[in-house]
C-alpha cells in the first residue's frame, strides 16, 4: 500500500524549531521529489518547499526562506522539513506530496495523501 506518513509536529513558542518527518511506504521513494504544504484554517493550501530527487536540488517560499531547510535521506525512504525561527503565522497542518519533479509537487492540486502533522506556534 502506498502511503505518506507525516510526523513531529507540535506544539512550540514563537523563535523555537520542530523537525517534521515525511516517511514513504510502498514505493521507491528515491526516484521522487518531495514537497511540503502547509494549510491553515481558512487559508489556502501553500507550497512552500521541495528537494529533488537528481541532484537534491531545493525550492523554498519566501515565506520560509532562511528558516526551513528540506532534506532527504532515501535510505529510510524519509523526508524532513527541518523548521527554524518559527512564527505564529506558521501555524498550520503540514503535508508532504511527491511526484516526479518538483515544479509537479509544487502544482499539485489534489487530496494529501497522509494526514498532516499540525505545528502550532504560540507563547
Known amino acids: 500500500q502506498v502511503q505518506l506518513v507525516e510526523s513531529g509536529g507540535g506544539l512550540v513558542q514563537p523563535g523555537g524549531s520542530l523537525k517534521l518527518a515525511c516517511v514513504a511506504s510502498?514505493?521507491?521513494?528515491?526516484?521522487?521529489?518531495i514537497g511540503w504544504f502547509r494549510q491553515a484554517p481558512g487559508k489556502e493550501r501553500e507550497g512552500i518547499s521541495c528537494?529533488?530527487?537528481?541532484?537534491?536540488?531545493?525550492i523554498y517560499a519566501d515565506s520560509v526562506k532562511g528558516r526551513f531547510t528540506v532534506t532527504r535521506d532515501n535510505a529510510k525512504s524519509t523526508g524532513y522539513l527541518q523548521m527554524n525561527g518559527l512564527k505564529p503565522e506558521d501555524t498550520a497542518v503540514y503535508y508532504c506530496?511527491?511526484?516526479?519533479?518538483?515544479?509537479?509537487?509544487?502544482?499539485?492540486?489534489?487530496?494529501?495523501w497522509g494526514q498532516g502533522t499540525q505545528v502550532t506556534v504560540s507563547s
Open positions: 510502498g514505493f521507491r521513494l528515491n526516484y521522487y521529489a
Open positions: 528537494i529533488s530527487h537528481t541532484d537534491e536540488s531545493t
Open positions: 506530496v511527491t511526484d516526479f519533479t518538483c515544479d509537479a509537487v509544487l502544482k499539485f492540486k489534489g487530496a494529501p
